[in-house]
């Protein structure tokens, strides 16, 4: 039996890597699809089973062009995972955030994820596979300047409930909402260096620690997994605790 296939949008480093990898060693055949082309091959190269097909997800040829590549050499496709973004949710002021940054926030964070989804779902149905989308618990909580981040994460996590009912049973369909983990020192950059974490960072997490990128790619998995058939529609917050602590203060 030849094994499942997923594809992982922006697994050329961070969280995307690390589902990929994590996949891999589960069993799992991967493409990388990615816009950096010197990571995304170093990403292929350092896992087993996997490739890289250069790919810019808010571009709708490219994207149309991955798919039917899946389809023709890996026979079809069992997991997609709408990993790829712009994860700074910084975007300034709103007074000075332009059309131009908005767009291509949007498009690249909750966009990407329809038109992703719109060229799986043929390949997708006929495997009955599932679809695993990266949201945030940004989606649910904000800091200042992050409006952009937040309605596409917003959006993405209203998109993966909509798309459960509309493709289930076939098709189950979830969210991750990861808060804050560390993706410093990832193993695909050239000069891999990890950011200096203090002990308040930690500590402020109910769990007692910043989240790594391996807590996403195991809640991944068990999405991916026939453990989880029961779930769909769902978002799943892995923030350590931290969206149930109240911060009010003194
Ligand atoms: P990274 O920036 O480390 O990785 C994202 C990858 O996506 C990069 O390789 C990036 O390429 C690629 N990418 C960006 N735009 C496109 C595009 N248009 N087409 C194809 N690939 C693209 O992000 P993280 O690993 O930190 O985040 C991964 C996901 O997790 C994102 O959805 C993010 O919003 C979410 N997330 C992250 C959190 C965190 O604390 N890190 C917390 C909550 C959610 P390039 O480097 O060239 O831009």
């Known amino acids: 039996m030849t094994s499942p296939c997923a594809t992982v949008t922006g697994a050329a480093r961070g969280i ?3 589902i990929a990898r994590r996949l891999t060693r589960d069993g799992w055949r991967i493409v990388i699809a990615d816009c950096e082309t010197d990571r995304g091959r170093r990403a292929a190269e350092q896992l087993d089973q996997a490739r890289f097909v250069p790919t810019d997800v808010t571009d709708e040829t490219a994207v149309e062009a991955l798919f039917r590549d899946l389809g023709q050499s890996e026979g079809g496709l069992d997991l997609l995972v709408n990993n790829a973004a712009i994860a700074d949710p910084s975007n300034g ?11 291509q926030r949007l498009n690249t964070n909750l966009t990407s994820a329809y038109l992703c989804t719109h060229f799986a779902v043929p390949l997708l149905r006929a495997r009955e596979g599932g679809i695993v989308n990266i949201a ?5 909580q904000s800091e200042p300047d992050c409006e952009a981040y937040a309605a596409a994460k917003g959006g993405l996590i209203a998109l993966t409930h909509a798309l459960a009912v509309s493709l289930g049973p076939a098709i189950r369909v979830n969210a991750v909402s990861p808060g804050w983990i560390d993706t410093s020192a990832s193993p695909t950059d050239a000069n891999p260096q990890s950011e200096a974490l203090t002990a308040s960072d930690h500590a402020q997490h109910p769990v007692g620690r910043v989240g790594g990128v391996d807590d996403v790619a195991a809640a991944v998995a068990w999405l991916a ?26």
């Not at 002021?93 to 767009?103: K, R, V």
């Not at 350590?240 to 203060?249: F, K, L, N, S, V």
Request: aromatic share 8%; net charge negative.
């Open 225 to 250: 997994s026939a453990d989880s058939s029961f779930m769909s529609g769902e978002n799943l917050v892995l923030d350590g605790g931290m969206r149930r602590r109240m911060i009010y203060t003194d």
């Open 136 to 140: 945030s618990t940004r989606a649910l």
């Open 16 to 18: 995307g890597f690390a």
């Open 93 to 103: 002021p709103i007074e000075s955030l332009s059309p131009a940054a908005w767009h």
